[in-house]
Each structure stands twice: as C-alpha cells, then as structure tokens.
C-alpha cells in the first residue's frame, strides 16, 4: 500500500469512509470474527515523575490529589475480575522508576500471578530499564503497553519535557521485543501540529517494527496542563473534535488492514468525542476493550484527559453497561480467555 493510498483512506468522508469501515471490518472478522475480549484496568495510581504537556497527572500539576492504592485494594479489585472473567487484568500508573515503585510493582504482579495464575497480566507503567522489565516477565507479566505518542522525534519533543528522550522510549520498545513480551504502543491523534505525514509514518511505524497490540485514541485536552493553557489549542481543539474523532476511527480501520492479526483496543477516550466512539471503534476494527475496575473513590483522580467516562460508576455498573453497549452494537462479548495477540505468535512463528 503506498503513501498516496494511505492519505486517502485517513482523509476519507461519507461513502469512501464507509467503503473502508467495511474493509476493515471483513479484516478484522477473518482473524476475530465478532468477539471482543476484555481486560479489567486497575489505575493503581496517579503518582508521576513526568511532566508531558498534555497530561493531567503530570508532576507539575499541583491542583492534583495523589494516591496509590494498597495490595488489599488491589486484591479486591483481582478478585472482581475473576468474578466477572475478564480473562486480563492491566496494571496502569503514573511513571516511576524509583526504587519503591519497582517493588510495589513487583509485589502486585506476583499477587495476581500467585492467586489467580490463569490471568494474563498487562503492564502500562513507562519505560523501565532492561533487568527490571526482565524482573517483571520473571514475576508473571505477559505483555506491556508503551505508547510512544508520536513516531516523529520533533513533535515528541514538542509534547515532552527535555530530559524524556523519544530514542530512549524507542528503545525501552524495542528491550520489550528482546525479552519475548506481547508489545503494545499507540499514538494520539489529532495533536496540535501534526500532519497528515506523520499519521502516515506512524502506520509505517508500527508495521515495520512488528508490534503485537495498539492502545490509540484522540488527542484530549486536560485542562490544567500547558498545552491545554495556549488558548489557541483550546480553540482548535474544540473546533477539530468531530474532525479529530473521524480522524481516529479512519487511522484504526487503515491499521486494521495493516496488521490483520494485531490487538487493537478501543480507547476510553474515544468516548470523549462520541458517546459510544468505543462501540464504533470495536465494529470497524477493535477487538479489546479496557472496562476499568479501579475503585470509584479513585476514579475522578486519575484523568490524564477533561470529561473521562464511567468516572461516577463502579466495576460492577461498567460490567453490566460495557457488556449490554457490546450486544447492542452486534457485537459478540468473550469471557474467560487471556486474548493474546495472534500476530504474536506469527512473529514467533509458534
């Protein structure tokens, strides 16, 4: 598929969007049929040594009540998702590389490895270096989400502070591949000063380092952060959000048929800009979706983005809401599997 190509489907309206939501739907359906897996997401805190621009728990943001959850609170939120059979659990934070957080972070992993050994485990905490990573695989972890946000170094530099290295992101990536774990990244879209090239290069991007799993979502704005704070990226962004979210959906469907056996999760963000935008990612070219189970006490807490959904409801009411939203949609809702990337095991050639 050439650049040209490419542009056309991201920039495709009316009949040519819905010709290549079709495609990328009878893509996704040869590998995935209509079953979406799930994955219950314990945000276990909002403690971050980061300062990226655009979110809302950067270690600058001073309006921003911390927390870190308990082993007991994590324990319970495990047991709900045995209960429901989520299959998955994602062990979200703030990043951190201190020495406390990296045995806390090992504490947890055993504790769902050692109690409920079927479960697969998924980390999103930051680049960490190459032992301790090896320390988590060893503990049980199975598979681990880095977004690098942007596969243009410049505009990664826009968005971050300068001692965060986009090579050095890159490269955590790339130690992740060496020690065999399932690998996700993503990107935002519709970030101020980005071109419809670099949506293209992100594409290339991922296609051409093999990555297992994608976590990607429009931009949101936060609104106690510096991007946030240019009053024109206010304007634009609120301007662009139909635009945005269009520009989303168009960019997943054209992964889909990219990487026809990759995991592709819908984004809680999507929701943002549509009321059910996962819905609509899942029927075009999802296959994963994320319902949180982190304990409501704690939800309002950890906003990276401005109106996140589900923020006043607990793990149970997400249960029951994502699973009925999935039906409707004609979708086909899969309990009790791990949901492990195919695309893993052809890269391994297992």
Not at 4 to 14: E, F, G, M, P, R
Request: proline share 4%; glycine share 6%; hydrophobic share 35%.
């Amino acid at each position: 598929m050439n650049d040209s190509q490419i542009k056309n489907w991201l920039l495709a309206t009316d009949k040519d969007q819905q010709n290549l939501f079709k495609k990328a739907c009878s893509v996704k359906e040869k590998t995935f049929g209509k079953r979406v897996w799930f994955r219950g997401i314990i945000e276990f805190s909002n403690i971050c040594q980061n300062n990226c621009l655009y979110c809302g728990i950067r270690k600058g943001n001073k309006k921003q009540e911390r927390f870190k959850m308990s082993p007991d609170e994590i324990l319970s939120c495990l047991k709900f998702i045995d209960k429901a059979d989520y299959g998955s659990v994602v062990y979200q934070s703030g990043e951190m590389t201190s020495n406390s957080f990296k045995n806390y972070l090992l504490e947890i992993v055993r504790l769902a490895h050692q109690n409920f050994p079927n479960l697969g485990i998924t980390i999103s905490c930051g680049e960490q270096d190459f032992e301790f990573l090896k320390a988590l695989k060893e503990a049980g972890a199975t598979r681990y989400l880095l977004r690098i946000e942007t596969s243009n170094p410049k505009l990664y530099a826009k968005l971050h502070p300068a001692e965060m290295s986009w090579e050095k992101r890159f490269q955590c990536l790339k130690d992740l591949q060496k020690l065999d774990y399932q690998v996700g990244t993503g990107v935002m879209i519709g970030l101020p000063d980005q071109t419809i090239e670099d949506l293209i290069n992100d594409l290339h991007f991922f296609v051409e380092n093999k990555f297992d799993m994608f976590g990607i979502g429009p931009y949101v704005i936060h609104e106690d952060t510096p991007l946030s704070n240019d009053s024109e990226v206010q304007r634009w962004w609120h301007k662009n959000k139909s635009r945005n979210f269009n520009l989303s959906l168009n960019f997943l469907a054209v992964l889909r048929i990219l990487q026809p056996n990759a995991n592709i999760a819908a984004a809680t963000a999507c929701d943002v800009l549509s009321p059910l935008g996962r819905m609509k990612v899942l029927q075009i070219a999802g296959n994963v979706i994320m319902p949180s189970v982190t304990p409501q006490n704690y939800r309002n807490k950890y906003l990276l983005y401005e109106n996140k959904p589900c923020i006043d409801e607990n793990a149970e009411k997400c249960f029951y809401c994502l699973n009925q939203k999935i039906v409707r949609a004609g979708l086909r809702p899969i309990f009790g599997e791990q949901g492990n990337s195919p695309f893993f095991y052809q890269r391994k050639n297992v």
